[in-house]
């Protein structure tokens, strides 16, 4: 089997594709990092991997005169979209990959901190995302975004009415996290120690949830992956 190139757009250190690693080198891909911020961001190899996947980091797409190496982020992942070249996004990923679209991303009317359900769509019944039907998923954000022109809503929330959705078979974007590994779940509650505070939740909750839902969230995240990467074009 040839392998093939993956590139995963890394923007703090603990998110990482987590327990999908072994599900892209089953399938045949090379993973690579590209350390977000620090670095220049590798716009040729952005455009040339065989797949792209843009991760999360506590921080706001609209952060632009803050973080400025967002604009060239945004710009590089519009160029693979308009190219159809397959892009997963999770979290900030999936709000940069709507930025990108042209919706609009912005601060929600809440934070959405810990494990919890997602309603799938009719359209995602039968999609990648079958495999998280009743199934509480780690969701971490505070930003929300407009569905993009032309894309297919598959998941939402009360508070958060576009939780994922989807370009053709080629883009998937994912709000919740579902590549996070339960058994590091202790690196996100350092990480994230300033926002859990102000956001009033205790860390022991997403403990003991990671604990009790964590396991049955990996696995599907597993299948959603795989499911997704094998109806990819050819």
Known sequence: ???????????????DVGVWSETLDAQGYDLAYVEIGPR????????????????????????????????????????????????????LGA????????????????????????ELAPAAKGSSLAALDGLNVLHWHGDAFDLPQGAERLAATALCPNQAFRLGDWALALQFHVEADPGRIESWLIGHTVELGKAGIDPRTI??????????????????????????PS
């Open 95 to 118: 709000q940069l990959m709507a930025a990108a679209l042209g919706a609009r991303v912005a601060p929600g009317p809440g934070k959405e901190i810990g494990y919890a359900p997602v």
């Open 207 to 232: 403990r003991a949830d990671a604990l009790r839902d964590g396991p049955a969230v990996a696995a599907a995240g597993r299948r959603v992956l795989q499911a997704w990467l094998a109806a990819l």
């Open 40 to 91: 220049p961001l590798p716009v040729d190899q952005v455009a040339a991997c065989d797949l792209l996947i843009v991760l999360g980091a506590p921080i706001g797409v609209y952060e632009t005169a803050a973080y400025p190496f967002l604009t060239e982020e945004i710009a590089a992942i519009g160029r693979r979209l308009a190219a159809r070249r397959p892009t997963l996004g999770v979290c």
């Open 1 to 15: 089997m040839t392998r093939r190139t993956a590139l995963a757009l890394r923007h703090v250190a603990f998110e």
